[in-house]
């Protein structure tokens, strides 16, 4: 049976009024992120949904321009001092890393979604313990 992920309504209702081509995608997406860890809230910041944890913002969804979703996994909005090497290990390939402790995961369709849910499930998981 699959985990019952805790959509926030805030974000719903936002998403509604966005009409956005990709909705089933955001929801997808939505849904695997919350699944993964326990500990996350979801909010909207940054005009997209976005993911804290202890009240530290780590995953933002950038939902515009709407030919893609990406989930930005960050350690918030203020600089912090680089780590040495990237924060997580990715053999999926999944991350385009921007610094050694911002990266950046791309979708365009549910099915590209799905055949990486496994990989984001663990990539999430890894963030939220290393960003931390």
Same mark, same amino acid.
């Given at each position: ?83 040495? &090497? %990237?924060? !997580? ?5 999944? $991350? /385009?890393?921007?610094?050694? *402790?911002?990266?950046? @995961? =791309?979708?365009?369709? &549910? %099915?590209? !979604? ?5 990989? $984001? /499930?663990?990539?999430?998981? *890894?963030?939220?313990? @290393? =960003?931390?």
């Amino acid at each position: 049976m699959a985990k019952k992920v805790n959509l926030n309504t805030e974000v719903t209702v936002f998403l509604d009024e966005q009409k956005h081509p990709l909705r089933q995608e955001i929801e997808k997406l939505r849904s695997v992120i919350l699944s993964a860890h326990t500990e996350l809230m979801e909010n909207i910041k940054w005009n997209g949904p976005n993911y804290c944890a202890a009240d530290q913002d780590r995953i933002t969804m950038k939902i515009q321009p709407p030919k893609q979703i990406q989930l930005i996994f960050h350690r918030g909005a203020k600089v912090q001092k680089q780590p040495k &090497d %990237k924060l !997580i290990k990715d053999e999926s390939g999944l $991350l /385009i890393w921007k610094e050694n *402790d911002r990266a950046v @995961a =791309a979708f365009k369709t &549910d %099915k590209e !979604i799905e055949s990486n849910k496994t990989a $984001l /499930i663990k990539i999430v998981k *890894d963030w939220i313990s @290393a =960003a931390s």
